[in-house]
């Protein structure tokens, strides 16, 4: 198993939110990674009704991250955080494994 992903208590509070809305009480983020993007890999990001077999499954306060076991490695140690502006509002992938990253935020390079 990776190294754990870490969910705020913002994003934990926001993943209740969407699993109450959505009425999937095992639903959770699901988080990935793909090659493409303009820093060589890109965030893929959705909700699931509930875990597959092989995802990793992280949980804070009952908010819940499911990793695939191919872009685990590339996750490690990633803080999951949801912020709110006047301007947007969205989920926050603070990724120490990063060594580069587009101006949009949802392309990587390692």
């Known amino acids: 198993m990776s190294a754990a992903i870490h969910i705020t208590e913002s994003a934990a509070a926001r993943l209740r939110a969407m699993a ?7 639903g959770g983020l699901r988080l ?9 890999l890109s965030y893929l990001v959705d909700w699931a009704e509930r875990p597959r077999p ?17 872009s685990a490695p590339f996750l490690e140690g990633t803080t999951v955080e949801w912020r709110r502006s006047l301007m947007q509002s969205g989920f926050v992938f603070e ?12 392309s990587f390079g390692i």
């Open 95 to 106: 990724n120490p494994q990063a060594k580069s990253a587009c101006g949009c935020g949802q």
């Open 20 to 26: 109450a809305e959505r009425n999937t009480p095992e």
């Open 54 to 70: 092989e995802d990793e499954v992280f949980e804070h306060e009952g908010g819940r991250v499911f990793v695939d076991a191919r």
């Open 32 to 40: 990935g990674v793909q090659g493409g993007g303009c820093s060589g």
